[in-house]
Protein backbone atom coordinates (compact mmCIF):
# COMPACT_ATOMS: atom_id res chain seq x y z
CA UNK A 1 0.00 0.00 0.00
CA UNK A 2 2.93 2.38 0.80
CA UNK A 3 4.13 1.68 -2.39
CA UNK A 4 1.25 2.01 -4.33
CA UNK A 5 0.70 5.81 -2.50
CA UNK A 6 4.36 6.41 -3.30
CA UNK A 7 3.53 5.31 -7.35
CA UNK A 8 0.59 7.92 -7.15
CA UNK A 9 2.91 10.54 -5.23
CA UNK A 10 5.26 10.45 -8.12
CA UNK A 11 2.44 10.64 -10.73
CA UNK A 12 1.07 13.34 -9.60
CA UNK A 13 3.57 15.74 -8.53
CA UNK A 14 5.36 14.71 -12.30
CA UNK A 15 1.32 15.29 -13.42
CA UNK A 16 0.53 18.10 -11.04
CA UNK A 17 3.54 20.09 -11.98
CA UNK A 18 3.10 19.93 -16.21
CA UNK A 19 -0.18 20.56 -15.80
CA UNK A 20 0.59 23.79 -13.21
CA UNK A 21 2.65 25.03 -15.93
CA UNK A 22 0.77 24.77 -18.64
CA UNK A 23 -2.69 25.86 -17.28
CA UNK A 24 -0.65 29.25 -15.82
CA UNK A 25 0.62 29.16 -19.77
CA UNK A 26 -2.32 29.20 -21.01
CA UNK A 27 -3.95 31.84 -18.58
CA UNK A 28 -1.53 33.92 -19.31
CA UNK A 29 -1.98 33.96 -23.07
CA UNK A 30 -5.83 33.86 -22.63
CA UNK A 31 -5.33 36.87 -20.86
CA UNK A 32 -3.13 38.53 -23.35
CA UNK A 33 -4.71 37.75 -26.28
CA UNK A 34 -8.85 38.48 -24.95
CA UNK A 35 -7.27 41.66 -23.95
CA UNK A 36 -4.99 42.21 -27.15
CA UNK A 37 -8.29 41.27 -29.41
CA UNK A 38 -10.81 43.62 -27.37
CA UNK A 39 -8.67 47.02 -28.16
CA UNK A 40 -8.79 45.73 -31.62
CA UNK A 41 -12.15 44.98 -31.45
CA UNK A 42 -12.86 48.24 -30.01
CA UNK A 43 -10.15 50.13 -32.67
CA UNK A 44 -12.38 48.58 -35.63
CA UNK A 45 -16.01 49.94 -33.47
CA UNK A 46 -14.05 53.54 -32.95
CA UNK A 47 -13.78 53.09 -36.93
CA UNK A 48 -16.70 52.31 -37.78
CA UNK A 49 -18.43 54.82 -35.26
CA UNK A 50 -16.26 57.41 -37.17
CA UNK A 51 -17.33 56.53 -40.13
CA UNK A 52 -20.82 56.87 -39.72
CA UNK A 53 -19.96 60.40 -38.19
CA UNK A 54 -18.50 61.68 -41.46
CA UNK A 55 -20.82 59.65 -43.76
CA UNK A 56 -23.71 61.86 -41.90
CA UNK A 57 -21.59 64.86 -41.80
CA UNK A 58 -20.87 64.76 -45.90
CA UNK A 59 -24.60 63.70 -46.17
CA UNK A 60 -25.61 66.64 -44.18
CA UNK A 61 -23.42 69.19 -45.91
CA UNK A 62 -25.70 69.87 -48.85
CA UNK A 63 -28.83 70.53 -46.73
CA UNK A 64 -27.75 72.83 -44.44
CA UNK A 65 -26.20 74.80 -46.98
CA UNK A 66 -29.41 75.24 -48.50
CA UNK A 67 -30.95 75.61 -45.82
CA UNK A 68 -33.37 72.00 -45.55
CA UNK A 69 -33.20 71.35 -42.12
CA UNK A 70 -36.33 68.94 -42.68
CA UNK A 71 -34.26 66.84 -44.62
CA UNK A 72 -30.85 66.91 -42.13
CA UNK A 73 -33.30 66.05 -39.49
CA UNK A 74 -34.94 63.04 -41.46
CA UNK A 75 -31.64 62.58 -42.56
CA UNK A 76 -30.35 62.16 -39.00
CA UNK A 77 -33.83 60.29 -37.49
CA UNK A 78 -32.26 58.23 -39.97
CA UNK A 79 -29.45 57.46 -39.18
CA UNK A 80 -30.92 56.72 -35.37
CA UNK A 81 -32.54 53.36 -36.46
CA UNK A 82 -28.93 51.71 -36.69
CA UNK A 83 -28.03 48.92 -34.12
CA UNK A 84 -26.70 50.89 -30.85
CA UNK A 85 -26.96 54.11 -32.28
CA UNK A 86 -28.25 56.58 -29.11
CA UNK A 87 -28.42 59.70 -31.08
CA UNK A 88 -27.62 62.39 -33.44
CA UNK A 89 -27.68 65.87 -33.27
CA UNK A 90 -26.13 68.74 -35.59
CA UNK A 91 -24.89 72.35 -34.69
CA UNK A 92 -24.18 74.79 -36.56
CA UNK A 93 -20.77 77.24 -36.99
CA UNK A 94 -21.58 79.20 -34.20
CA UNK A 95 -22.62 76.01 -31.58
CA UNK A 96 -26.40 76.13 -31.81
CA UNK A 97 -27.97 73.20 -31.72
CA UNK A 98 -29.90 72.97 -35.01
CA UNK A 99 -31.29 69.64 -35.56
CA UNK A 100 -31.22 66.87 -32.80
CA UNK A 101 -33.57 63.30 -32.74
CA UNK A 102 -33.55 64.01 -28.97
CA UNK A 103 -36.99 64.70 -26.96
CA UNK A 104 -35.46 67.48 -24.63
CA UNK A 105 -31.91 68.37 -25.68
CA UNK A 106 -29.87 67.34 -22.52
CA UNK A 107 -27.98 69.80 -20.84
CA UNK A 108 -25.13 67.18 -20.47
CA UNK A 109 -24.34 67.70 -24.13
CA UNK A 110 -23.90 70.80 -24.77
CA UNK A 111 -20.72 71.20 -22.71
CA UNK A 112 -17.04 70.74 -24.46
CA UNK A 113 -18.25 70.07 -27.89
CA UNK A 114 -15.55 71.80 -29.73
CA UNK A 115 -15.85 73.21 -33.26
CA UNK A 116 -12.60 72.80 -35.31
CA UNK A 117 -11.57 74.07 -38.72
CA UNK A 118 -9.95 70.45 -39.30
CA UNK A 119 -11.19 67.30 -40.24
CA UNK A 120 -10.41 65.86 -36.97
CA UNK A 121 -12.83 64.12 -34.49
CA UNK A 122 -12.78 63.81 -31.10
CA UNK A 123 -14.35 61.30 -28.97
CA UNK A 124 -15.71 61.22 -25.03
CA UNK A 125 -18.12 59.30 -22.85
CA UNK A 126 -20.78 60.47 -20.60
CA UNK A 127 -23.79 59.21 -19.80
CA UNK A 128 -26.92 59.96 -20.86
CA UNK A 129 -30.66 58.52 -19.03
CA UNK A 130 -28.36 56.48 -16.61
CA UNK A 131 -26.48 55.13 -19.35
CA UNK A 132 -22.82 55.07 -20.55
CA UNK A 133 -22.55 56.83 -23.92
CA UNK A 134 -20.05 56.43 -26.39
CA UNK A 135 -19.96 60.04 -27.89
CA UNK A 136 -18.25 61.03 -31.55
CA UNK A 137 -18.07 64.59 -33.31
CA UNK A 138 -16.96 65.57 -36.58
CA UNK A 139 -16.60 69.18 -38.18
CA UNK A 140 -18.75 69.61 -41.53
CA UNK A 141 -16.94 71.06 -44.54
CA UNK A 142 -14.01 71.75 -41.49
CA UNK A 143 -16.16 73.35 -39.17
CA UNK A 144 -17.56 75.94 -41.77
CA UNK A 145 -20.79 74.73 -41.88
CA UNK A 146 -20.93 73.56 -38.14
CA UNK A 147 -20.37 70.03 -36.66
CA UNK A 148 -21.89 66.42 -36.63
CA UNK A 149 -22.52 64.57 -33.22
CA UNK A 150 -23.35 60.68 -32.77
CA UNK A 151 -23.37 58.93 -29.88
CA UNK A 152 -23.46 54.76 -29.14
CA UNK A 153 -24.61 53.44 -26.37
CA UNK A 154 -21.41 52.09 -24.51
CA UNK A 155 -23.10 48.61 -23.30
CA UNK A 156 -24.22 47.97 -27.20
CA UNK A 157 -20.87 48.31 -28.12
CA UNK A 158 -19.56 45.87 -24.83
CA UNK A 159 -21.71 43.72 -25.91
CA UNK A 160 -21.28 43.11 -29.47
CA UNK A 161 -17.04 42.98 -28.43
CA UNK A 162 -18.41 40.21 -25.90
CA UNK A 163 -20.54 38.27 -28.12
CA UNK A 164 -17.18 37.98 -30.74
CA UNK A 165 -14.41 37.59 -27.78
CA UNK A 166 -16.89 34.67 -26.02
CA UNK A 167 -16.30 31.64 -28.68
CA UNK A 168 -12.66 32.39 -28.86
CA UNK A 169 -11.77 32.65 -25.25
CA UNK A 170 -13.89 29.37 -24.82
CA UNK A 171 -11.97 27.91 -27.68
CA UNK A 172 -8.44 28.89 -26.32
CA UNK A 173 -9.76 27.68 -22.74
CA UNK A 174 -10.04 24.30 -23.76
CA UNK A 175 -5.85 23.96 -25.01
CA UNK A 176 -5.02 24.04 -21.13
CA UNK A 177 -7.48 21.73 -19.92
CA UNK A 178 -6.14 19.26 -23.18
CA UNK A 179 -2.63 20.29 -22.11
CA UNK A 180 -3.18 18.95 -18.59
CA UNK A 181 -4.59 15.69 -19.47
CA UNK A 182 -1.56 15.24 -22.04
CA UNK A 183 0.77 16.35 -18.82
CA UNK A 184 -0.59 13.27 -16.43
CA UNK A 185 -0.62 10.61 -19.28
CA UNK A 186 2.94 11.99 -20.14
CA UNK A 187 3.16 11.23 -16.52
CA UNK A 188 1.78 7.97 -16.40
CA UNK A 189 4.15 6.98 -19.60
CA UNK A 190 7.35 8.13 -17.45
CA UNK A 191 6.41 6.59 -14.25
CA UNK A 192 5.55 3.21 -15.80
CA UNK A 193 8.80 1.68 -16.38
CA UNK A 194 10.12 3.00 -12.84
CA UNK A 195 7.85 0.99 -11.00
CA UNK A 196 8.22 -2.02 -13.20
CA UNK A 197 11.84 -2.08 -12.34
CA UNK A 198 11.17 -0.95 -8.48
CA UNK A 199 8.96 -4.07 -8.41
CA UNK A 200 12.13 -5.82 -10.01
CA UNK A 201 14.37 -4.03 -7.51
CA UNK A 202 12.42 -5.42 -4.65
CA UNK A 203 12.60 -8.72 -6.07
CA UNK A 204 15.90 -8.67 -5.52
CA UNK A 205 16.15 -7.67 -2.60
CA UNK A 206 13.96 -10.55 -1.03
CA UNK A 207 15.89 -12.96 -2.73
CA UNK A 208 14.60 -13.56 -6.02
CA UNK A 209 17.20 -13.21 -8.63
CA UNK A 210 15.84 -15.22 -11.73
CA UNK A 211 13.59 -12.61 -12.47
CA UNK A 212 15.35 -10.53 -15.42
CA UNK A 213 15.11 -6.83 -16.29
CA UNK A 214 13.89 -7.36 -19.81
CA UNK A 215 11.42 -5.68 -22.35
CA UNK A 216 11.85 -1.93 -23.83
CA UNK A 217 13.11 -0.42 -20.54
CA UNK A 218 16.77 -2.30 -21.20
CA UNK A 219 16.71 -1.61 -24.88
CA UNK A 220 15.76 2.09 -24.04
CA UNK A 221 18.34 4.61 -25.18
CA UNK A 222 17.50 6.92 -22.01
CA UNK A 223 18.24 7.06 -18.21
CA UNK A 224 15.55 4.81 -17.59
CA UNK A 225 17.28 2.38 -19.78
CA UNK A 226 20.64 3.18 -18.41
CA UNK A 227 19.23 2.02 -14.90
CA UNK A 228 17.35 -0.92 -16.10
CA UNK A 229 20.79 -1.83 -17.99
CA UNK A 230 22.72 -1.18 -14.55
CA UNK A 231 19.99 -3.23 -12.51
CA UNK A 232 20.04 -6.22 -14.90
CA UNK A 233 24.30 -6.36 -14.37
CA UNK A 234 23.86 -5.99 -10.68
CA UNK A 235 21.07 -9.19 -11.16
CA UNK A 236 23.32 -10.98 -13.02
CA UNK A 237 26.20 -10.44 -11.06
CA UNK A 238 24.74 -11.07 -7.45
CA UNK A 239 23.11 -14.60 -8.93
CA UNK A 240 26.64 -15.41 -10.37
CA UNK A 241 28.10 -15.04 -7.09
CA UNK A 242 25.21 -16.93 -5.49
CA UNK A 243 26.26 -19.83 -7.64
CA UNK A 244 29.82 -19.63 -6.64
CA UNK A 245 29.30 -19.09 -2.94
CA UNK A 246 26.91 -22.27 -3.59
CA UNK A 247 30.11 -24.34 -5.41
CA UNK A 248 32.38 -23.21 -2.27
CA UNK A 249 30.42 -24.12 0.49
CA UNK A 250 29.19 -27.59 -1.22
Given amino acids: MDQESRR ?31 NAL ?37 YTLLDGVAFAFIENSKGEVIVHTLG ?3 PELQPGLPITGQRQPYR ?15 PILEGQLGAVHVGFWVDTVEKEIQRTLLPLVGIMAIVPLIGALISFLLAYWIV ?24 KCVTSRDEIGDLARSLERMRSSLKAAMLRLGRETA
Avoid: C
Fill in 192 to 215: RPIVGLTEIADKVTMGDLETSVSG
Fill in 8 to 38: VSLKWKIGGTFAGVMLLLGLFVLVAVYQVTK
Fill in 104 to 106: DFP
Fill in 42 to 78: RDQLDQRVLLLANTLSDAAAGHIAGGNLLAVHALARK
Fill in 124 to 138: RELSLSGRAVYATGV
